[in-house]
């Protein structure tokens, strides 16, 4: 439980702070533990270190300026997020996104690609292993309104061996699928990550058909390639089509009926 409280806090802490200029050291200070606990315990957990999480969470909350604020500048964003020159800011932008701020900005499509990690479920004294936890209740508003529209579920196939070549080229895995998604999906359709390797497209549609033709398009690609430093790497996205059942929208059935759905699909 202690360890449980301590991410806890380390999540709350870093989200409330993105745009300070902090470090590993001072996240762990304010939270009452030393350096090289806290990133064993969070590498541990997360599969991924203090600092990048931190980058990534950044870049996200900078894609999502990019496109929801036109008249900020570029560099007025990476001031933001602590980037003192566009130069560095590009660095890190393109090390997430795989493209520069300003090719984002007039031809990427926003979507949840970094949420918000939340504490995973401890058994016992242990934390589960299984799906990383994150938090989509931004989304919540537009779950209730879109309450009988179709979702595609994709779930990016081994990727597990993917990180085994690199861990770059597991985060260029996520994109593609992510990619493949956007480009299937019509203008009003949102993507979503809800786990490490699974995504969620929420149609704007209340007919199964539509959702049917958006899956088969994704599926369609199966096998194509990515690049990885010159090197095309095969990728497979596992697709399965659903929507809630259920009497009264709840956040943590939806959640789960999303992954259960992931989990059938071929």
């Known amino acids: 439980m202690e360890n449980m409280s301590l991410l806890a806090d380390v999540l709350e802490y870093m989200e ?18 030393s350096k090289s606990k806290l990133e ?12 990048d999480y931190l980058v990534r969470r950044r870049m996200m909350k900078a894609a ?38 300003s090719e984002f ?47 595609v579920c994709c779930d990016t196939r081994s990727l597990t061996s993917i990180n085994e070549i690199s861990r770059r080229a597991g985060d260029l895995a ?3 699928t992510m990619r493949r998604m956007c480009e299937a ?10 786990g490490g390797d699974e995504f969620v497209l929420l149609t704007d549609s209340e007919d199964r058909s539509y959702a049917e033709e958006v899956a088969g398009r994704v599926r369609a690609r199966e096998g194509e390639t990515f690049d990885f430093e010159g090197t095309p790497i095969k990728l497979g996205v596992r697709v399965g089509v659903t929507r809630f059942e259920g009497e009264r929208l709840k956040y ?4 789960a009926g999303l992954h259960q759905v992931l989990l059938e699909a071929e």
């Open 105 to 151: 900005r007039s031809g990427e499509r926003f979507s949840e690609l970094y949420p918000r990690l939340l504490t995973p479920i401890m058994k016992g004294d242990h934390f589960m292993k299984g799906r990383k936890r994150v938090d989509i209740s931004e989304l919540y508003d537009l779950f209730v309104n879109r309450r009988n529209c179709w979702f």
């Open 174 to 176: 996520l994109l593609e």
């Open 16 to 33: 409330r702070h993105l745009s300070d200029e902090i470090r590993t050291e001072d996240i762990a200070a304010a939270c009452y533990c």
């Open 64 to 101: 999502r300026l990019l496109k929801e604020r036109p008249e900020l500048s570029i560099l007025e964003i990476a001031l933001c997020y602590g980037y003192s020159t566009n130069e560095s800011f590009t660095r890190a932008f393109r090390n997430v996104w795989n493209c520069n701020p």
């Open 40 to 51: 064993k315990l969070f590498r541990c957990v997360n599969k991924i270190s203090v600092h």
């Open 252 to 255: 943590e059935e939806l959640f």
């Open 185 to 194: 999906a019509g203008e009003e359709d949102v993507v979503f990550r809800i």
